[in-house]
């Protein structure tokens, strides 16, 4: 059985550091991209960061520069290495995996597993 287990987190101050991690458990035949949403109450969660398997890298305006995204793809896990932290950071980080399916390289048939969540705090 094939899980996203994901680990760090927690409560920082502002201008903290914090690193997250995503991590695919299981047997797989590979992983396409990989990515970080976020989620706060009241508002839509949000695209924070992606990384292709050719480690291409995506970020949403707001944490440009403050944030880094990347991957250990024999160890099939992603991190997420954010700086420089707001209060409007504060959210549950989800992350999750296109998970390829089957061994042929023809078939690019995958399927998005999600990790568990975790939360982000920051306080003043």
């Known amino acids: 059985q094939v899980q996203v287990v994901q680990s760090g987190g927690g409560e920082v101050h502002i201008g903290g550091s914090l690193r997250l991690s995503c991590a695919v458990h299981?047997?797989?035949?590979?992983?396409?991209?990989m990515g970080w949403y976020r989620q706060s109450p009241g508002k839509q969660r949000e695209l924070v960061a992606s990384?292709?398997?050719?480690?291409?890298?995506w970020y949403r305006d707001s944490v440009k520069g403050r944030f880094t995204v990347s991957r250990d793809n024999p160890k099939n896990t992603m991190y997420l290495h954010m700086h420089s932290l707001r209060p409007t950071d504060t959210a549950v980080y989800l992350c999750?995996?296109?998970?390829?399916?089957?061994?042929?390289?023809?078939?690019?048939?995958?399927?998005?597993?999600w990790g568990q969540g975790t939360q982000v705090t920051v306080s003043s």
């Open positions: 999750y995996a296109e998970i390829k399916l089957v061994a042929s390289d023809s078939d690019k048939t995958f399927k998005t597993t």
């Open positions: 299981g047997s797989i035949f590979g992983i396409y991209s």
């Open positions: 990384i292709t398997s050719d480690n291409e890298e």
